[in-house]
């Protein structure tokens, strides 16, 4: 067996350890997310999003699931992700700093009604701390997802009111939990309106 067989056969068992303790560890935290954004979608509010790099894909593609639909017909549901406003993201750390560009658009775009949904594999992002910190002042409901042992934001209570982290220090594997989590996330709110179609 060549050392790339066995690299492979190690990542996917680690994958799944990660995953299996994803379970034990966060599903008591989905299930609230699920609950309170549905809640949040029936009052009118919506989901938004953002991250850098990687979690500025997942942003997006999270919030192109509700948007458009995870895998049932049902009507559009209101999400966006804060990392696709090139003119906004550019302005804003132009003229504020990179820090700031999602604290800005939490103050633009969201009310008391939504979830905002910050992520960051560290916890550390300080733009995305300062989204959910902005976030919070308005009342909307603050949600870091991350991974262990989840930074300055999952240390700062008073800041995020659910951390979902991926039980892992490694990044991918982190990534990949937040996908799943956001599928599942994305699965069970579409459920919910899929009856009502």
Do not use: W
Request: with cysteine; glycine share 10%; hydrophobic share 45%.
């Amino acid at each position: 067996m060549n050392s790339q067989h066995n690299k492979i056969e190690q990542t996917i068992s680690e994958h799944l350890r990660v995953v299996e303790a994803l379970n034990e560890s966060c599903g008591d935290v989905l299930e609230v997310l699920v609950q309170r954004t549905e809640a949040a979608l029936r009052a009118g509010g919506k989901i938004c999003f953002f991250g850098n790099g990687g979690s500025a894909a997942d942003a997006q593609h999270l919030a192109t699931e509700f948007v458009v639909r995870y895998s049932r017909q049902r009507r559009a549901l209101a999400s966006i992700a804060f990392t696709t406003d090139t003119s906004a993201l550019t302005a804003g750390g132009n003229d504020f700093g990179f820090e700031s560009i999602f604290a800005r658009q939490v103050e633009a775009l969201c009310g008391p009604d939504d979830v905002v949904v910050g992520i960051s594999t560290s916890g550390s992002s300080a733009n995305v701390n300062a989204g959910l910190a902005a976030a919070g002042k308005i009342g909307a409901l603050t949600v870091l997802f991350t991974g262990q042992p989840g930074g300055e934001a999952a240390r700062a209570a008073d800041q995020v009111d659910l951390v979902l982290a991926a039980p892992s220090a490694v990044t991918a594997r982190i990534q990949e939990c937040h996908l799943l989590a956001g599928h599942i996330l994305c699965d069970l709110v579409e459920e919910a309106f899929a009856e009502e179609a």
